[in-house]
């Protein structure tokens, strides 16, 4: 009874956001379809974990923009009103599909470690790793952000309407509030004791000492002036001396100081680099190569089960689901030991290889879990000199799609890395942790870590921004926050999606089961737990967890688009 009413307040207050979100669409609302789950549309479409801004974005669709355009509107949009995720102070990832020129490239907006961080940034004075939180809460976790460089160039070479025009929506939003969404709410409440350690963070999200409600009007006048200096003077003010100075200020005087200085934003560049595609049967996946880690091993895993028959597999057994576990911890082991910043380590170029699959598939046992899984030599050239680092993504993040009526595709994903991020909030905005993505320790064993902390370089990602084609033209665009396990959500929705045909609502729905080092990950509450006593009988220890997803995507078909929302967050397609 309490659940079912807890559940109604929920919907209700959900309701209430969407309503906010279609009082912001006009002038005409005639043609304009919402849904909080699957939507068809023909013309353009936006998928984002916020009413507020998939419909702000597709505001700019609608009246004229393209998706680069709406790209911008969502993010400012989004770094309002699910500050806990993504946001001005954080990173992002974005795969672009330009439908002129019918070809795919991807951005990167990933933080970079100071110039000033020393190698041994997370670990304590008695040589050993940091606690996670003792890392993440501070400025010593805070890279130099990327989100507004990517913003910022890629709409000077892509971008339609007037930037000031795209900072407009979150800006109105900021001085007028918005309504604080059940999950923000549910956030801040989790978050307390942390989120009370800077003042400024501390006063935005307790006023009157006390957190924030679902459904109160939340304003962020600071945000509001922060965009009003981007607006007039262009993404690069934040770059420069006048605005970095303050982020640096707040990182040097927190209690956990960090080591960002103006030269690291000064310095600070988005890399235009190519897809990492990889075909899957008749599809060509594309991603987000390295300094991401989620191409490839979305790819890997794929890669290997492709030698496996898994079309003809039943979902519902135990045994269809420990063969794809087999399949992701292998390309685990692999991305633990070699993927990491490509300006600073050599990443084997077999590790895409279709005879390695071959030879990797050969590794596992159909009837039981392997004791332990090695990382493969992918190429003769593979040295065995980098050991396996830890470096614990946490589950924040966002992930967007949006296509416009030219057929232009943002698959982006952003974050600020932990809940909250560092902790610190400056100008009206959070300050990513994304420097915990590093490995802690350097070196293991005598050997050092590909993912190791240096100077000006990016840490490893997980983040899963794709976009797949079928017979050369686009079929689906996806992604997932969630840590290192979006590259599972992403993986396993693509398997529902193309092997089994799921509709794409059904594979985000589909309760997941997720094997990256060993344990068997179950989503509590789902039909999932029914095959726990049969993993446990394959030898696997089984985790029964929340797994928090935020898939969000489009298919594509030859009736027209269909946009889906993960029914575990609060995101909403909007389309035409
Ligand atoms: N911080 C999440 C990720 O980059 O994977």
């Known amino acids: 009874m309490k659940y079912l009413f807890l559940l109604f307040s929920y919907c209700l207050s959900l309701s209430a956001i969407a309503q906010q979100a279609t009082d912001l669409i006009s002038p005409e609302k005639g043609g304009i379809k919402f849904q909080k789950q699957s939507l068809k549309a023909k013309n353009q479409i936006v998928v984002t974990a916020h009413p507020l801004a998939s419909t702000a974005a597709y505001n700019i669709l609608h009246n004229g923009g393209n998706a680069i355009d709406a790209m911008v509107t969502a ?36 933080e970079t470690a100071p110039f000033e961080a020393p190698n041994d940034l997370f670990m304590a004075k008695d040589k050993t790793p940091l606690a996670f939180f003792d890392a993440v809460v501070g400025g010593r976790s805070v890279g130099t952000p990327g989100t507004v460089k990517l913003l910022w160039e890629t709409h000077k070479k892509y971008g339609q309407k007037l930037w000031e025009d795209l900072l407009k ?10 309504k604080v969404s059940p999950r923000l709410a549910n956030s801040i409440k989790n978050d307390s004791k942390h989120l009370q350690t800077d003042i400024t963070t501390a006063s935005y999200f307790f006023p009157d000492g006390q957190p924030l409600k679902e459904g109160e009007n939340l304003k962020n006048p600071n945000y509001a002036d922060t965009l009003k200096q981007l607006s007039v003077n262009g993404g690069d003010y934040y770059y420069g001396k006048e605005f970095s100075q303050s982020i640096v200020e707040k990182v040097k005087q927190a209690k956990n100081s960090g080591h ?13 680099r190519l897809a990492t595609c990889s075909t899957y049967h008749q599809y060509n996946i594309c991603g987000m190569g390295p ?36 399949a992701s911890r292998l ?29 990797r598939a050969k590794l596992i046992n159909t009837q039981s879990s392997s004791k ?56 009206g905005f959070l300050l990513n942790n994304e420097l915990t993505d590093f490995s802690f320790s350097s070196e293991k064993n005598g050997k050092l870590v590909a993912n190791r902390v240096e100077a000006g370089k ?87 967890r929340n797994l928090n997803s935020g898939l969000h995507g489009v298919l594509f078909t030859d009736s027209g688009m269909i946009g889906a929302a993960d029914n575990r967050r609060e995101g909403l397609v909007v389309g035409d």
């Open 372 to 427: 332990v899984i090695s990382p493969g030599k992918p190429d003769a050239l593979t040295t065995s000199k980098f050991s396996q680092g830890r470096s614990p993504e946490q589950n924040s993040t966002s992930h967007f799609v949006i296509v416009d009526r030219i057929g232009n595709i943002v698959s982006m994903t952003s974050t600020i890395e932990n809940g909250f991020g560092s902790r610190l909030m400056v100008k």
């Open 169 to 178: 929506p979150a800006s109105k939003l900021a001085s007028n509030g918005f």
């Open 260 to 272: 960002l200085s103006t030269k690291d934003f000064k310095q600070y560049t988005i890399i235009e």
């Open 331 to 359: 390309a685990f082991a692999d991305r633990g030991l070699y993927i990491a910043d490509p300006s600073y380590v050599n990443i084997p170029s077999g590790l895409l290889s279709k005879t390695y699959f071959r030879n």
């Open 458 to 544: 990016r840490p490893r990602s997980s983040m899963a921004p794709t976009i797949v084609f079928k017979n050369n033209k686009p079929y689906l665009a996806l992604g997932s926050p969630g840590g290192s396990r979006i590259i599972n959500y992403v993986t396993n929705s693509l398997i529902a999606i193309l092997d089994w045909q799921y509709p794409i609502q059904n594979a985000f729905n589909m309760p997941h089961i997720v094997n990256r080092f060993g344990t068997m990950d179950v989503e509590e509450n789902t039909s999932a737990t029914n095959l726990i006593s049969d993993f446990k009988s394959m030898g696997y220890e089984v985790s029964m």
């Open 291 to 326: 300094p991401s880690s989620g191409a490839i091993t979305v790819s890997q895993t794929l890669g290997i089960l492709e030698n496996l028959k898994l079309s003809q597999m039943s979902p519902d057994k135990a045994q269809t689901w420990h063969i794809i576990s087999e």
């Open 75 to 110: 993010q400012t949009v989004l770094g309002l009103v699910e500050p806990q995720s993504s946001g001005l102070g954080g990173g992002a990832f974005l795969v672009y599909y330009d439908a002129k020129s019918q070809t795919i490239t991807t951005f990167d907006g990933r």
